[in-house]
């Protein structure tokens, strides 16, 4: 807030210093219309006490963006032409109008966004998006946001504004763990388990609903270690894990596709992305809204008896060469399992990691933590086990469809 000696001289508080209808309107003179001291375009007004660090650099004060005069109007109080000489007013009224919280233009949140991202001023209409059968469910909350609340002790909820923040939001790029331009200014949650004012990384966002105080997700794979708590799964300290907060246990990972390498980092949305995200679609990214089980950016089979093609493990064979995995390149019955036994991957492998707490290096190399839905103890000793014996070597404990390891090895 900036101190009422720089403001411009017209903005005035009363006599005993208090903020009055006077310091914005002047009941004498109509020269900027609504009887206002000063223009208020590109919220010069608003902006005499208000200072929003960095929101000159967002398209929410740069854009010329204008409505297409499909309705609803965006600017029902405004006479203001585009996106950048609303400014503030794109979300905001400047009086209390039905004591909505922070003076937005909705009482239902995403209703503040939607109006202009569903293509009527915004280039990308995502109103569909969160149609979808699986989606970040902003429409089913409503009231239980609240601004500046903390990580820790937020009720279930998930709103446009927990994952972007509207004055700091902008297109610009960045490499795994960093967030991107969009997510720039946004709460969180440190690996440590700590919050955050602003997220450095993008896995902290994340944190806040999927760790330490987990939503409830629905069908969740019957695994061996189960696991909802994700902080705890992509821990350095995890037995293995896909790289996201740091890289990777294993030097040895001939499959991957280039440009990554055992050193290569990777975000939680790469995985979890809208199933119609286009690189060059403006608009088009984001965990919004999936045809595919959980919020996949491509399909992913789970369960049982599944017949191995191209796209029924889309989302792995984007980073991982299919003919190295059914070359058996590293796992010497892997085409025998995935292509003629017709096992998931997701039977032997959990796409996050290894809660650090119950798995062990052993035991647990490999991201194997296995689907109990199909795997069982093998009947004589009652061993459910994968044992890691050195690169490219181990052995099993199990069984399976009726076929008993006790143990079974590889190579
Ligand atoms: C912080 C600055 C500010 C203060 C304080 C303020 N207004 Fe306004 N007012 C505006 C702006 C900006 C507009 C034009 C944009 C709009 O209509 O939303 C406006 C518009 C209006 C309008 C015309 C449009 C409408 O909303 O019906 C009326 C009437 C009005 N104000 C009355 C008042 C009264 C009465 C008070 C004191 C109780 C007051 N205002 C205090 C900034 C202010
Ligand atoms: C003369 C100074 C002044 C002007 C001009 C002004 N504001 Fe404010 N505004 C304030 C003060 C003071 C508060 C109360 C801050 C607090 O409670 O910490 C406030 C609070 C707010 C809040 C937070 C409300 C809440 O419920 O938490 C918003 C949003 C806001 N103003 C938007 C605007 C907009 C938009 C404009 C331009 C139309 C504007 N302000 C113009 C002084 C001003
Ligand atoms: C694109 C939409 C959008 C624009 C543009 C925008 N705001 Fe906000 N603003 C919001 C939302 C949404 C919240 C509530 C955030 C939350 O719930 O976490 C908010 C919160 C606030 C708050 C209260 C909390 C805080 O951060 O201090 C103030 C004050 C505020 N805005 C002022 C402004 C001013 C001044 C401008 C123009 C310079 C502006 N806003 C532009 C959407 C916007
Ligand atoms: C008045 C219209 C308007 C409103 C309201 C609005 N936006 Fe935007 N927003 C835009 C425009 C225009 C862009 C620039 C990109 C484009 O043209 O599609 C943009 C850009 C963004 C971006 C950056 C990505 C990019 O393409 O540049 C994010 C993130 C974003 N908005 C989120 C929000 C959120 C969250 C809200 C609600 C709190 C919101 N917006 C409300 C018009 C709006
Ligand atoms: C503010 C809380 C919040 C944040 C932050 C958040 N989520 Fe969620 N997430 C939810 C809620 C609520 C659901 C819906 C749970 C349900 O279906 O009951 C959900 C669902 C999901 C699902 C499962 C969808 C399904 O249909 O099975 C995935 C995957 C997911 N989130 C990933 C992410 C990722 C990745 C991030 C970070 C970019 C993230 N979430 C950030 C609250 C959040
Ligand atoms: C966005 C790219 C990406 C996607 C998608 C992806 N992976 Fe990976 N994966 C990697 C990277 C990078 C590594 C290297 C980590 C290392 O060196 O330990 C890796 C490593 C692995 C490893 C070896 C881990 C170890 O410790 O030995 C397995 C197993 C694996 N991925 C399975 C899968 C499965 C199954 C899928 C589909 C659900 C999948 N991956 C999807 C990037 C990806
Ligand atoms: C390599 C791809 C990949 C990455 C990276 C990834 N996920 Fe997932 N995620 C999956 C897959 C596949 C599932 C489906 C079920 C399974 O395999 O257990 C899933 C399931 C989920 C679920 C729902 C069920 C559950 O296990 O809780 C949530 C929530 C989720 N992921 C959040 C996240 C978050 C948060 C991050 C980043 C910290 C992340 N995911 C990173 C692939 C990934
Ligand atoms: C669970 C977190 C989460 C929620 C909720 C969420 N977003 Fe996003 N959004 C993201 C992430 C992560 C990205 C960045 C994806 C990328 O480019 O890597 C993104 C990207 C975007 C972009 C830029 C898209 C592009 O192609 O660059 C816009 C605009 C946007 N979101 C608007 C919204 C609006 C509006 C809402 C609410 C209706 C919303 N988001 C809800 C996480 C979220
Ligand atoms: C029957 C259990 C099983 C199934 C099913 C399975 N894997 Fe594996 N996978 C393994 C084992 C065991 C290893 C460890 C190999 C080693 O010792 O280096 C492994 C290693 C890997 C690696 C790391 C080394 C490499 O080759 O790059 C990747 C990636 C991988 N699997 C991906 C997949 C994908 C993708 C699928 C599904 C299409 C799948 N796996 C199905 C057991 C399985």
């Known amino acids: 807030m900036t101190p009422p000696t720089q403001w411009d001289p017209r903005v005035k508080l009363d006599p005993s210093s208090e903020l009055q ?7 004498h003179d109509d020269q900027f219309g609504d009887f206002l001291v000063v223009d208020n375009i590109h919220s010069f007004l608003c902006r005499q006490c208000h200072q929003i660090a960095f929101f000159d650099q967002t398209p929410h004060a740069l854009s010329n963006r204008q409505w297409n005069g499909a309705p609803p109007d965006p600017w029902p109080h405004t006479d203001f032409p585009d996106v950048s000489a609303n400014a503030c007013l794109n979300c905001h009224l400047p009086h209390h109008a039905g004591g909505l919280q922070e003076l937005l233009t909705s009482s239902v949140e995403e209703d503040v966004c939607f109006v202009c991202h569903d293509g009527n001023v915004a280039s990308f209409n995502m109103r569909p998006l969160f149609q979808k059968p699986f989606t970040h469910p902003v429409q089913i909350f409503q009231g239980v946001h609240q601004a500046g609340e903390s990580p820790l002790q937020a009720s279930t909820h998930v709103e446009c504004v927990d994952c972007h923040n509207p004055h700091r939001a902008r297109l610009a790029s960045a490499s795994p763990p960093f967030v991107k331009g969009v997510l720039q200014g946004v709460s969180g949650i440190d690996a440590a388990g700590n919050p955050l004012d602003e997220s450095s990384f993008e896995y902290e966002i994340c944190f806040k609903c999927h760790a330490d105080h987990p939503v409830a997700i629905m069908d969740l794979i019957h695994r061996q270690i189960p696991s909802g708590n994700a902080r705890k799964d992509f821990s350095t300290a995890s037995p293995s894990y896909h790289p996201v907060e740091a890289a990777g246990k294993n030097p ?19 995985c979890h992305n809208n199933d119609t995200a286009q690189p060059n679609q403006i608009g088009s990214n984001g965990p919004h809204g999936s045809n595919h089980e959980f919020l996949l950016a491509k399909q992913y089979r789970t369960g049982d008896n599944v017949s191995e093609s191209p796209t029924s493990y889309a989302l792995c064979y984007g980073c991982h060469n299919r003919s190295s995995i059914l070359n058996d390149v590293t796992f010497t019955f892997h085409k025998k399992h995935v292509a003629d036994e017709r096992t998931p991957c997701s039977v032997c492998h ?3 990691g290894i809660d650090l707490n119950v798995g062990n290096p052993m035991n647990n190399a490999h991201l194997i933590n296995f689907d109990l839905d199909v795997v069982s103890p093998e009947p004589i000793g009652g061993r459910l086990e994968y044992q890691s014996s050195g690169p490219r070597a181990g052995q099993c404990f199990l069984s399976c469809h009726g076929e008993i390891h006790n143990p079974k090895q590889y190579p």
Not at 21 to 27: G, L, N, S, Y
Request: net charge negative; with cysteine.
């Open 21 to 27: 209808c006077t310091t914005c309107h002047d009941p």
């Open 252 to 270: 040895d990972v001939p499959s991957l596709l280039s440009p990554l390498t055992p050193a290569s980092l990777i975000y939680c949305s790469d």
């Open 350 to 352: 959990d796409a996050h």
